[in-house]
């Protein structure tokens, strides 16, 4: 669980550095914070192995399933947060008048920048 919550903010923190700090396009941001989340997915699946013993294997279950849970929770936070970032920028460039937010409410318009 330590693992997810570190993958978690790293996803939000970088996010935010590139999209605030140094200005980087909303898409190439959420670009990077899902190959942040696919980092994630193999490190739960590496982690989730080292703890695995071959010999004890029904005894190594709960650590694979450990494992999983943060590969596959890092992917989907990967992807909710790249989308998230994504509408986010949109809705406060439209609220402050800054150029680039896209003029059009539907959903799929605007994640298709």
């Known amino acids: 669980m330590t693992v997810t919550l570190i993958c978690i903010a790293m996803m939000l923190i970088v996010g935010l550095w590139l999209l605030y700090y140094q200005k980087v ?30 010999n004890k294997v029904s005894e190594g279950v709960p650590t694979l399933l450990d494992g999983m849970k943060t590969a596959f ?36 318009e605007v994640l298709n920048e």
Request: net charge positive; glycine share 12%.
């Open 73 to 108: 929770v890092s992917s989907a936070v990967g992807i909710f947060v790249s989308i998230l970032l994504k509408v986010l920028d949109v809705r406060v460039r439209r609220l402050f008048g800054i150029p680039g937010a896209e003029q059009s409410d539907n959903p799929i």
């Open 25 to 54: 396009k909303p898409s190439i941001v959420g670009s990077i914070v899902s190959q942040i989340g696919v980092l994630g997915t193999f490190l739960g699946i590496v982690l989730a192995l080292l703890g695995m013993d071959a």
